[in-house]
């Protein structure tokens, strides 16, 4: 399996075709290994990982824990509250105690765009982002890939739909980028005040019609409304966006027959997806949770043993 | 500053002058006598003359060899934060001054977002104190439309203006009230005051950090539109129309602003324009690349698109941006090294706007004229600033400069406290290498052409030079 072009993970458009193409691979190798009676193998034995989570999260913190501990890594984990950076050290000032203790890894997940790459740009062990902001969370656009991949083969030509608020959605940002460069149709819907200015020059078209969207799609992906948000300034009401842009089963069934259904979780059940497409036979919300691990491991993997000096930098 | 640098008496031989008052460009030799500009030669005999009368009458004095150097008037600024009272961590008067010398300025004026506020005459007259303790550039304050820079209430501009005051703005600040504006506008035509309008909607540029468009969305940053500044420009324009009073747009950043800013002046309204060095060099897509999410690319108004820069240019080169400001925003490094969205708006400019401008004229934006009209005369009539003008018998206000000087810009040799400078790493062909100004010679390049003797033979300069500056 070549080596990564990349040293760290800041989101997927740095990455090449070929990157996501090893990453996917190494994590189907990495998936057998949580089905074995022993979970673990002594791939990162003696690496120390270190997780920065300063956004609340528990379903990647966990898959990414979960991750390193299946290869033998040590890992600390330090979350928003409860870190001196809730006591007014700033986020240089952490990442360089951090990297005093000398990490192999560091991964973050932080509410400012752009976090992650501040990090790259002063630390020496890999920095993998875990989402930032509204920008990237490439582990997510990943093991999205790799779920349709394992029902559908490859998205070569599939017309992929991305439903909700693209503007401040960071996986929809992430599979922009990896569905474009492995050569699917990505068709971005929701109200005009959800599609960010100038989006077309990433390669997507945009439809405000959820009819338009779903017509002949190959993969629906429904993304998280921020209720914490506040309704008021993107859309006027939860009812109103639910039977505007919610999908259920009578929206499905202009998708292809062999749909697959993706949300990033955790899902608002009735108001983006309705529950029985959730719990459906073309949901595979649970499969895209199992994915995530052996992505992780994969990249951690692949980032900590990446042989030095070789291709471009981050 | 050593007194060797004071009232210098110097013959400036052989440079090419550009003067935008009288609209003479071509070759002169410049006599200053104890820091008065005493004779231009301009014609070949003129300069054999006075180099004759010199050889024979003041063998003390200094001479530059200027062959190929150019002498523009002292440039003035329309637009600098000089952070002191109250934020002396990223500049002070002084440190601001140099930065200007350094820069080839002799006059530059101030905004009023300070702490204290400059809303009153006892703020002005400090800055006026602090600034006459530093020769060599002229500060000349502007004072806050309104007190505290609330938008709530005038400040008492008719004492400022006692103080010292040469405009009013609360910039940084737009002031959201319309009535309020109208009532500024009015008052300070009462006082032949213009009022310098930070021209932006804030409720939608919202949380906005950079220009709205295809980067930001990459980025996943919340955009500005170019709209925010647009609504406030034309509402300004409809309000100076109305009072019939001095409107100066600051930091015009937009396409569409230019548009308007050029059909309020074919009606006739008395409404001027600056524009900043890093909107007229850079654009958003500097954030897009190996830049991304670098906080010294962030400014209010933001980077904009290509057409934005190039809009820009065409005003700026036929009049309807009637001169280039800086928007020199000195913060530290602490305040600057944070998440992008945290990060304070602004950059520093004074020691690089020279050598920005100079580009502008290589790319065939301006002509040299032009750059000296719209970097010294330009902006002095703008605020009715003494300044801009060569003439003889008036104390010496000058840049020299090194048009062929090629300089990698190294933030970490500026004379300003503060860094956070978009052109960093950037070379620039040009820079200024005398500044001369109320009677001394405020700033001398290290890589200068040395002064030497009148007695020695020219081209033969020996290692004397001024020390201290």
Do not use: C, I, Q, V
């Given at each position: 399996m070549p080596a990564l072009s990349q040293r760290h993970l800041l989101g997927i458009e740095p990455l090449l075709p070929g990157d996501i193409r090893t990453i996917v691979e190494t994590a189907k190798s990495m998936k057998s290994i949580s089905k074995r009676a022993i979970k673990k193998v002594p791939a990162l034995r003696g690496k120390t990982i270190v997780n920065l989570f300063l956004e609340p999260s528990t379903r990647t913190r966990s898959s990414f824990e979960i991750a390193a501990k299946r290869l033998s890594a040590d890992t600390l984990t330090l979350s928003?509250?409860?870190?001196?950076l809730s006591k007014g050290e700033t986020l240089m000032d952490t990442a360089r105690n951090l990297e005093a203790m000398a990490p192999d890894a560091i991964v973050i997940r932080h509410s400012a765009s752009g976090a992650p790459h501040m990090l790259a740009r002063i630390l020496e062990p890999p920095v993998i982002n875990a989402g930032d902001g509204s920008h990237e969370h490439p582990t997510q656009a990943l093991l999205d890939l790799m779920t349709v991949e394992e029902r559908k083969g490859p998205v070569k030509g599939f017309k992929v739909a991305i439903v909700g608020d693209i503007a401040h959605s960071r996986v929809a940002r992430s599979n922009i980028f990896t569905l474009t460069k492995m050569g699917a149709l990505v068709w971005l819907c929701g109200p005009a005040t959800m599609i960010p200015r100038e989006v077309e020059q990433l390669g997507a078209r945009v439809t405000n019609s959820m009819d338009e969207a779903l017509e002949g799609a190959d993969v629906v992906m429904m993304l998280r409304i921020q209720l914490e948000r506040g309704?008021?300034?993107?859309?006027?009401?939860v009812p109103e966006y639910a039977a505007t842009y919610g999908l259920n089963r009578a929206r499905l069934k202009r998708a292809k027959r062999d749909v697959v259904v993706l949300h990033p979780g955790p899902i608002n059940r009735g108001i983006e997806i309705a529950s029985d497409v959730a719990?459906?036979?073309?949901?595979v919300i649970l499969d895209q949770v199992e994915n995530g691990v052996a992505v992780r491991m994969a990249l951690l993997y692949l980032l900590i043993t990446r042989p030095e000096g070789r291709g471009g930098t981050a | 500053m050593s007194t060797e640098t004071a009232n210098p008496t110097l013959l400036i031989d052989g440079c090419r002058l550009v003067d935008p008052e009288t609209r003479y460009d071509g070759p002169a030799g410049l006599w200053i006598e104890r820091g008065e500009l005493k004779k231009i030669a301009r014609t070949e005999t003129e300069r054999q003359a006075l180099r004759a009368r010199v050889a024979a009458t003041a063998p003390e004095a200094l001479r530059l060899e200027a062959d190929g150097l150019l002498v523009f008037p002292g440039l003035v600024d329309l637009h600098v934060h000089l952070r002191e009272p109250g934020f002396e961590y990223k500049e002070t008067i002084r440190t601001g001054c140099e930065a200007a010398a350094r820069g080839g300025f002799t006059a530059i004026c101030c905004m009023a977002n300070t702490n204290p506020v400059n809303d009153c005459r006892a703020v002005t007259e400090f800055i006026c104190a602090r600034a006459a303790e530093v020769s060599g550039v002229a500060v000349h304050p502007i004072g806050a439309i309104s007190k505290g820079l609330e938008g709530k209430e005038l400040a008492e501009i008719a004492e400022m203006k006692k103080g010292g005051i040469v405009a009013v703005s609360d910039d940084g600040r737009p002031v959201a009230d319309s009535a309020l504006m109208r009532r500024a506008l009015e008052y300070a035509r009462t006082f032949d005051l213009r009022v310098v309008s930070h021209a932006e909607d804030k409720a939608l540029a919202g949380s906005g950090c950079m220009h709205e468009g295809a980067v930001s969305t990459r980025l996943g940053l919340e955009g500005i539109p170019a709209e925010a500044e647009e609504i406030m420009v034309a509402r300004d324009i409809h309000l100076a129309a109305l009072t019939g009073a001095r409107l100066h747009i600051a930091h015009v950043s937009t396409a569409g602003s230019v548009e308007l800013v050029r059909r309020a002046k074919e009606k006739g309204l008395d409404v001027t324009a600056e524009a900043a060095p890093h909107h007229l060099l850079l654009t958003d897509e500097v954030l897009g690349g190996?830049?991304?999410?670098?906080?010294?690319?962030?400014?209010?108004?933001p980077l904009r698109a290509s057409r934005d820069m190039d809009a820009l240019r065409r005003g700026l080169q036929d009049g309807t941006i009637d001169c280039i400001a800086t928007d020199h925003a000195p913060h530290s490094e602490d305040d600057k090294n944070v998440e992008f969205h945290r990060a304070p708006f602004g950059v520093v400019g004074l020691e690089t706007a020279l050598a920005a401008g100079l580009s502008l004229v290589r790319s065939g934006t301006l002509s040299l004229a032009q750059l000296a009209e719209r970097m010294s005369l330009g902006p002095a009539r703008l605020f009715g600033l003494p300044h801009g003008r060569i003439a003889e018998g008036r104390p010496i206000s000058l840049a020299v400069i090194d048009p062929n000087h090629k300089w990698t810009v190294d933030a970490?040799?500026?004379?300003?406290?503060?860094?956070?400078?978009?052109?960093?790493g950037w070379t620039f062909e040009g820079d200024v290498a005398y500044t001369l100004a109320q009677r001394r010679l405020s700033y001398a390049a290290e890589w200068a052409r040395p002064l030497t003797a009148i007695s020695e033979p020219a081209g033969a300069p020996t290692q004397r030079r001024i020390a201290g500056v």
């Open positions: 928003g509250t409860g870190t001196s309704s008021g300034s993107l859309f006027p009401s719990d459906g036979e073309f949901s | 190996s830049g991304a999410y670098d906080t010294r690319y962030k400014m209010n108004p970490r040799r500026f004379r300003s406290k503060s860094r956070n400078s978009a052109f960093e």
